[in-house]
Structure formats: structure tokens, C-alpha cells
């Protein structure tokens, strides 16, 4: 639908983004949530360097556990849609520059402090300033200021004007926490508002989380207790579920997901979304460094061999651009960058050169298939005459010691509902995540145009340009989009799924309920 910027839009904050295909759950059956019992899941993504500091968070059952121990001041519905969450309401000025959100009164922290604009200020304020060591730094360079608004409201001043500002303000970095009496995060304190207080946390192995019996939504956090495990190994994960040790695992291994299809008491939970598998190489080291050897890359892979041999089905194509169908403003028609080994040899000519031999890390911990797919990009490069040495990295750690520090590696991205946030926390110059070390002038100047303009048709304009930037010039190989996959047993129930991240948006322990 086309969104039209209006104050009442803006200010209801009920503007869609971007819709993405639902897939129905075979076996999903009607039921009336209750109270009572244990939800028991396993992720991939935990590490034993995990801490629940906001600053570090990246996936995993960390961020599923403190999404239930925390809240956001807005969340994405099922629908896709930037709806109040610890706001009760939120408004911007006439250009959008300055947006005000009013907190709810009932709002209170497990141990019974009422939520404050103060603890809001220093919750986001973690992430802002030159010590801070946040990944999502580079999503509030264009906050100004954060100020009181009176004793239950908080306005940000933005450099300029932002449609999609509500929509930021979700992410899960931007969890609400109290603040210290020096204005500082308390997050070693572990408090927050949400349904959910943290019990136990063993790094890369476990959380415990246990409801709060005064939590404000009376509609959420159904289960009495939540167990969330780290098991990085896909098949381990799996046997797990078949088993009855856990209720739910996200990720599963794709190769063999037809047998747990016909298990009797699992269900598939599948939604399409933008969650999309990376390849990101160094543009300032060489040989990345030349946009020739950078386009002799992207045509070096067999994308529909990624797509059947790794997702199995489950996804669809990418063209070396983060914005996906799902997204608003995904541009369909640019110039595709297919398989194709002579053109491959032709960049690697204009750049000088016959043939090119180069490292690149892997590991099923960057995400499910991630070592397959370097294999298959291996065997597909070779045909152009490029050498690909693969490296298997170990699971555990490999978001620190990988991950921003080898110069050609796999990565994953479950991707934003907006193109702004996506293209500010990966791609633009200096964000603390851009992995590709990418700087393109153009780019940056349109980052900053597009955000500000409230013209829909000029926002397209700008954002098609983007992405072919990004697409033929960028430093990420992005071969496909990929479906988040989820699995449960017959113990666990839930209504209307997500799309915007595995298990319900990570937001599966409040949401879902005992079967």
C-alpha cells in the first residue's frame, strides 16, 4: 500500500513498510492463549564472550531472552507495522525532525521503579558518542538530542527529518533499561520492564527467565518459566526437538528438514521476510579494494545453485542489494549480476589480472549452510579462474573473532523493515557494522536525502539508485534471501507470526503460550 505521510499516519504509527509473505504452519490449529508452563528453545547464534550490555547484542538466544526481560518503545506487529510498545503513543513535528513519544503510566521495571523518560534517555544514549561501543551507533548519528519532555514524555531532535523514525526506535538494541543516577545505563543490573525477569544466564549456554506476576500487558507472557539453550550444531539442535528436550528450535537444518515436515506432533513455522546471507570483503584491502575484482566476485557465484542446494527451496534469489521484496522500496529491476564465469574473467582483466586466489572464512555459526555455500562458491569461482581457499572458522566466537576482523568472510542479516535503517547500519561511512569497510559519496549523500525527503515518489527514486549502487559497486556479495524457519512441537501454541525476525520477531516467550 502506498504509504502517504500524514501526522494522524505518523502519529498512530500504523504505516506499513513493506508486506512479506506469510506461510501458514501445516497443522496450525485455533487455540485461546493461557497461563501456566515452560517454553523450552534452542537457537544458534550464543557464544561464551555473550553479555546482556545492549551495546554488544547480535543474535541469538541473548537477544530473544532480553526481549522478553525488556521492552522497546515501539515493536513490529505481525502485519509488519511499527506499533507502541513501552510508548503509549508517539508524534512527529511537521517535517518529522522531531518526534515525541509519550510513555505508558502503568510501565514499571521488575523491581517496581516506574519507567521514566530518564531511563529512555540513558538507554539510547548507550549507544550515541564516541565511547560508545554499540553496532547500532551508526542508526542514531542523525539524533541530535534527546530530551524530557515533561515527567512522561521523550522527544528526539533529528539532524533532519525522518519518516521511518518510529520504526528505528524498535530495533532490538533499543531495549529500555534504567538508567543510573549519573544519567549512565544500568544494564549490569539486568532489570527491565518486560514480562519476564532473568534468573540464570550462562554465557553460550542457557538462559532462565521467570514471569512477572504485575507485568502492564495483561495480553502477553503467558508461560510461568522460559528456558532458552545454545545449541550451534544444526543436527544437535534437531535432536533436541525430536527428542522433547526443547519445544522449538529456529534454524533448522535445511538438507534435512523433510524428515521433521513428516514427524508427527512438529510443525514448520515459515514466514519470508528480509533475513539474507552476506559475503562481505574489505574494500579498502586488496584486492577487494578494486571494483572490477569486486564485480569478478558477484558473477563468480551460482546463486541458483546456493538457493536449491543450500536453502533447499526456502528463499528466493538476492542481487548483492540488503533490500528485499518484503521491503517497501525494493527495486526489482536492476541489472541482475548472474553466474556467469566469462564476464567474471572480464573484471578480473580490467583489473589487471588472469587469474585471483583469496581466503574466505566460513562457519555454520554465521548462519545455517554458510560452509556449504562457501563450498559451492569455491567449486563456481573456479570456473573463472578464481581460487577461493576456504577457510572453516570455529563456531564458537566467531562473531568477535571473525566477524569485522577477517576481510572476506560469511556473515547473515535478518535485515530492517526500513530501507534508512538497513543502508545506516551496514553500508553507510563510519557505521560501526559496515562489514565491507564501503565508502561510496554518492551513496551517502542519497543516505541522507532519502531520509529527509517525505515525497513517497522521490524516496523510490533515491532508493532504487541506492541499491544499484550498492548491487555493482558495494563490497557484499549477497547471493540469496532467505525464509526464517522455525519448528515446534504440539506443546506450544501461537496466533498470527511475525515476519521481521526468527520465532515471532524474537518475540516467541511473550507471545506464544502452553498448547
Known amino acids: 500500500m502506498d504509504f502517504q505521510l500524514s501526522r494522524r499516519n505518523l502519529m498512530l504509527g500504523t504505516a506499513a513498510m513493506g508486506a512479506a509473505t506469510l506461510i501458514l504452519p501445516r497443522g496450525a490449529r485455533a487455540q485461546e492463549p493461557r497461563r501456566g508452563g515452560t517454553i523450552r528453545l534452542a537457537q544458534v547464534g550464543g557464544a561464551t564472550s555473550d553479555t546482556i550490555d545492549p551495546a554488544t547484542y547480535a543474535a541469538g538466544p541473548l537477544v530473544t531472552a532480553m526481549l522478553a526481560v525488556c521492552n522497546t518503545l515501539v515493536e513490529i506487529d505481525a502485519k509488519g507495522e511499527a506499533v507502541p510498545e513501552l ?30 523518560p530518564a531511563d529512555v534517555i540513558a538507554s539510547f544514549n548507550h549507544h550515541r558518542g564516541d565511547d560508545t561501543i554499540s ?118 537444518d535445511l538438507g534435512t528438514l523433510h524428515l521433521l515436515e513428516r514427524r508427527p506432533g512438529l510443525t514448520l513455522v515459515e514466514v519470508t521476510g528480509t533475513a539474507h546471507y552476506t559475503m562481505p570483503m574489505f574494500c579498502d584491502t586488496a584486492p577487494f579494494n578494486d571494483p572490477n575484482v569486486r564485480l569478478a566476485l558477484k558473477h563468480a557465484i551460482n546463486r541458483q545453485e546456493v538457493l536449491d542446494k543450500v536453502l533447499r527451496g526456502h528463499g528466493q534469489i538476492a542481487n548483492d542489494s540488503p533490500i528485499a521484496p518484503a521491503n517497501r522500496y525494493y527495486a526489482a529491476d536492476l541489472p541482475k549480476n548472474d553466474y556467469d564465469p566469462d564476464k567474471a574473467r572480464h573484471y578480473l582483466k580490467q583489473s589487471g589480472l588472469d587469474g585471483l586466489k583469496i581466503d574466505l572464512s566460513s562457519s555454520d555459526a554465521a548462519s545455517v549452510g554458510a560452509l556449504d555455500m562457501a563450498l559451492l562458491y569455491q567449486q563456481a569461482a573456479s570456473a573463472a579462474g578464481i581460487d577461493i581457499n576456504v577457510h572453516r572458522e570455529p563456531e564458537d566466537g566467531y562473531w568477535s573473532n571473525v566477524w569485522l576482523k577477517k576481510p572476506f568472510c560469511a556473515s547473515y542479516w535478518n535485515g530492517r523493515p526500513t530501507e534508512d535503517d538497513m543502508f ?46 550498492v548491487s555493482s559497486d558495494g563490497g557484499t556479495v549477497i547471493p540469496v534471501f532467505v525464509n526464517y524457519i522455525d519448528v515446534r512441537n504440539d506443546k506450544v501454541a501461537h496466533g498470527e507470526v511475525a515476519n521481521n525476525r526468527f520465532l515471532d520477531g524474537w518475540k516467541i516467550v511473550e507471545r506464544w503460550w502452553a498448547a
Open 135 to 252: 553496532g547500532a551507533k551508526g542508526s542514531l548519528e542523525q539524533v541530535i538530542d534527546i530530551r524530557a519532555d515533561g515527567d512522561n514524555a521523550v522527544a528526539f531532535e533529528l539532524s533532519s527529518g525522518n519518516a521511518d523514525f518510529a520504526y528505528l526506535t524498535s530495533d532490538y538494541h533499543f531495549v529500555i533499561m534504567p538508567a543510573k543516577d549519573d544519567g549512565k545505563l544500568d544494564w549490569q543490573s539486568g532489570l527491565g520492564s518486560g514480562g519476564y525477569v532473568l534468573v540464570e544466564h550462562e554465557p553460550g549456554v542457557r538462559f532462565t527467565l521467570k514471569r512477572r506476576d504485575d507485568y502492564w500487558k495483561t495480553d502477553r507472557a503467558w508461560f510461568d518459566e522460559a528456558v532458552l539453550l545454545t545449541i550451534n550444531d544444526a543436527t544437535a539442535r534437531q535432536n533436541a526437538l525430536m527428542t522433547g528436550e526443547v519445544d522449538v528450535i529456529s534454524s533448522p
Open 87 to 116: 510508548a503509549e503513543s508517539y508524534e512527529p513535528d511537521g517535517e518529522a525532525r522531531v518526534w515525541t513519544f509519550r510513555l505508558r503510566d502503568g510501565a514499571t521495571f521488575s523491581d517496581g521503579r516506574k519507567v521514566t
Open 424 to 469: 545506516s547500519l551496514v553500508y553507510a561511512k563510519g557505521a560501526e557494522w559496515n562489514e565491507s569497510h564501503w565508502d561510496n559519496a554518492r551513496f551517502n549523500e542519497l543516505l541522507l536525502k532519502a531520509r529527509a525527503e517525505l515525497d513517497d515518489g522521490l524516496r523510490r527514486e533515491m532508493y532504487t539508485e541506492m541499491q544499484g549502487l
